[in-house]
């Protein structure tokens, strides 16, 4: 499939705001180029609503770019449930030492990430249609994201065991998130969590800062033993 040409995506994107333009710097024009995607084709093909153009720098690129603090140096990533690449993407933008895989089970969500893909020229990201689930066993990550996926607890049982031991879940969440958590904590132990909290992230650069559960995970001996690969290089 082809990258989206820019006629397609010229008209209406707004412009970033300075904050944007401090934190992202010089991959800057990348993510210009990713929100004139999503104001466009991804907007006309139902992956995000008209109504959140106007507010695609600060309640989606910049809400999602905070949460790169999470991410040690080189991880492997696998964002769930991407969408329309939120946050993996953008995560992909700010962070091209990352080693992404956007995982996605629906067509037309995948062929417009593939695209996107394409046109931002980004190696470090591949697309991969599936479930969460039917990576069990095949995938180990570093890192999981996800961000307005499912609950806390549904969304635990399809990503811990994507984790390696010592590896987060990091979960973009709402205001109730703390209710969240505190109901969800028996369920995170009986998965192999070892620790779990909720992070504030982008503080004086996203106002208000973007929530994110952050859950760690052990050594859990009724998981596959690590076969050595990589989502990099998982198809």
């Known amino acids: 499939m082809g990258a989206v040409s820019r006629e397609t995506t010229g ?11 401090e934190y992202f710097g010089a991959r800057l024009p990348a993510a210009e180029r990713y929100v004139a995607l999503l104001a466009g084709p991804g907007t006309e093909r139902g992956l995000l ?3 959140e ?17 999470a991410m040690p140096h080189g991880a492997t990533v696998v964002d769930v449930g991407s969408g329309s690449g939120l946050p993996g993407v953008v995560l992909a933008v700010v962070r091209p030492d990352l080693a992404i895989t956007l995982v996605e089970p629906l067509l037309r969500r995948s062929v417009f990430l593939s695209e996107v893909v394409a046109e931002l020229r980004l190696p470090n990201v591949q697309v991969v ?7 069990h066993g095949k995938v180990v990550a570093d890192v999981v994201t996800a961000r307005a996926v499912a609950p806390l607890d549904r969304l635990a049982r399809w990503t811990l065991p994507l984790l390696r031991s010592g590896g987060l879940l990091v979960a973009l969440k709402g205001s109730t998130v703390r209710d ?8 995170l132990r009986a998965l192999g969590a070892v620790s779990w909290r909720v992070i504030e992230y982008g503080a004086g650069v996203v106002d208000p800062p973007s929530l994110a559960v952050v859950v760690g995970v052990g050594d859990q001996p009724r998981r596959r033993r690590d076969d050595g690969l990589s989502t990099r290089r998982r198809r």
């Open 129 to 135: 249609r599936c479930r969460a689930e039917e990576l």
């Open 49 to 51: 609503g008209p109504r």
């Open 11 to 21: 008209g209406g994107a707004p412009e970033p705001p300075p904050a944007a333009v």
């Open 53 to 69: 153009v106007p507010r695609l720098w600060d309640r989606h690129l910049l809400n999602c770019a905070v949460i790169q603090e």
């Open 180 to 187: 969240e958590l505190a109901e969800t904590a028996d369920s």
